[in-house]
């Protein structure tokens, strides 16, 4: 009803009463969704670090959703829908890349006055994060360790570190589309992380010097090489605009701040699919 009238309120012939029917907000949870903004501190600035990492965290979801799903399409060889997750999560990745320009809004005083109220709580501990670079093959027991207080989350992360990476996945499907990979490179024990092999490169190299009689691994090699380079930019913003915020202090979580994020611009997931690059 309109306040001022008997008549029921219209709009363009859009539905307007949800007293029976599910609504927007309903579906989406956004009651929920939109309570979960807890700023510990009285800084006005405090609203959009909680919200740039719960957006991050919400993309990090989606992410996983379709990295897991693709990894099990690779497994059992169905390329294209897989090509489509793939391009999915490195166009989510670029979204990332882009939205460091919001959070390099934040000047060092307006950082500093609310650093105090973060703790110990760092993105180091993102468990959907670390889950994202066990996926691809960046293990690292070690990581385990911050969720050792949460049986729960660490049972996750620690299921994330023993399934064989999507990247592993792919190395398979090579040897099962007949191309020679070493013995021990198939056998490889899947908490480690990945490390170059020989064999594989050989593999890489054999599809990218014949495209045309390898279409979907040489498709297949292009999407891993498009979401790597996303994943690099997205560490190059994260550890530029970390170095303008807070300079070179250590990190909320312990380590060394910048020095630390700059080594992790060194991680090379699909090391054979760079290397190739200049042997072709
Ligand atoms: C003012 C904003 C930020 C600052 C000053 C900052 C600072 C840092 C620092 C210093 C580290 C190293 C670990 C530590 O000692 O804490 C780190 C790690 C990390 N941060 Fe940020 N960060 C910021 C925003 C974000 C945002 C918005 C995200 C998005 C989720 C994020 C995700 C991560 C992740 C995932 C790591 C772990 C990286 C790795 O281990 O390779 N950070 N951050």
């Not at 299921?159 to 020679?180: F, H, M, N, V, W």
């Not at 292009?222 to 990190?251: A, C, M, N, P, Y």
């Not at 060394?256 to 991680?267: A, F, P, W």
């Amino acid at each position: 009803m309109c306040p001022h009238s008997e008549e029921p309120a219209a709009w363009h012939d859009a539905s307007l009463d949800f007293s029976k029917d599910m609504s927007y907000s309903d579906y989406l949870a956004l009651d929920q969704l939109l309570a979960a903004q807890h700023p510990l501190s009285p800084e006005h600035n405090e609203m959009l670090f909680i919200i740039q990492h719960q957006t991050s965290e919400l993309w990090m979801k989606l992410m996983l959703h379709e990295l897991r799903a693709a990894r099990d399409h690779i497994g059992q060889s169905l390329l294209g829908p897989s090509f489509k997750m793939l391009a999915r999560v490195s166009r989510i990745m670029d979204q990332l890349v882009q939205a460091w320009t919001v959070l390099a809004t934040m000047t060092p005083p307006e950082y500093t006055a609310m650093r105090p109220y973060l703790g110990k709580s760092s993105g180091f501990q993102s468990y959907q994060y670390r889950e994202i670079e066990f996926i691809l093959g960046n293990k690292n027991a070690a990581m385990l360790s911050p969720h050792a207080h949460h049986p729960e989350r660490l049972a996750h992360v620690q299921k994330a570190l023993e399934t064989p990476s999507l990247y592993e996945g792919a190395i398979q499907l090579l040897a099962r589309k007949g191309l020679a990979i070493s013995a021990e490179r198939l056998n490889r024990d899947p908490t480690k992380g990945t490390e170059y092999d020989p064999s594989v490169e050989a593999a890489w190299l054999q599809v990218y010097r014949d495209p045309t009689h390898y279409w979907d691994l040489y498709e297949l090699g292009e999407k891993l090489v498009d979401l790597e380079d996303s994943f690099r930019q997205w560490r190059f913003r994260h550890v530029t605009t970390v170095e303008r915020i807070i300079g070179f202090k250590r990190g909320t979580g312990g380590t060394d701040g910048v020095s630390y994020l700059r080594k992790m611009l060194d991680v090379v997931l699909f090391p054979e699919l760079w290397r190739l690059r200049t042997n072709l």
